[in-house]
């Protein structure tokens, strides 16, 4: 069993959400092209991951998540947060769209098959503890 510290799993869940946004801006990016010579361009990438997370990963997503993707893709990052439920029905209202969604669980991504996504990854996990003292 592998025992994470809340330092070192907060940069894998950093690390997995770059390479989530990486693949979802990657995937949004335009290959059409008017002339052979502009898909050998060098130019910089352009563009804004769109994201829209979970209240519970605001934090993350802010101070961690963010400045990492921007500074590894050169992307811009805009973020959403709210109740996973609520974002999945503005994204089936067809209110927000979305490039990534980060919901709490895969309950709230499965509504929106397959119109809206045909895959989903779970990248992390936690465990709810209760602690009581009854000398308190």
């Not at 590894?72 to 999945?88: C, D, H, V």
């Amino acid at each position: 069993m592998v025992f994470f510290t809340l330092k070192s799993g907060a940069r894998l869940g950093a690390l997995l959400g770059i390479v989530c946004l990486g693949l979802a801006a990657a995937g949004c990016g335009s290959s059409s092209s008017s002339t052979p010579s502009a898909s050998h361009s060098s130019a910089k990438p352009s563009g804004t991951a769109d994201v829209a997370y979970a209240a519970s990963l605001l934090c993350l997503n802010e101070k961690i998540v963010a400045p990492a993707f921007q500074s590894a893709t050169g992307l811009k990052f805009s973020g959403r947060a709210g109740p996973s439920t609520g974002l999945q029905q503005e994204i089936a209202s067809g209110e927000i769209s979305p490039n990534v969604f980060e919901a709490v669980g895969g309950d709230n991504i499965e509504p929106l098959f397959p119109k809206f996504t045909k895959w989903y990854v779970q990248y992390a996990s936690t465990a709810i503890v209760v602690a009581y003292n009854p000398l308190g």
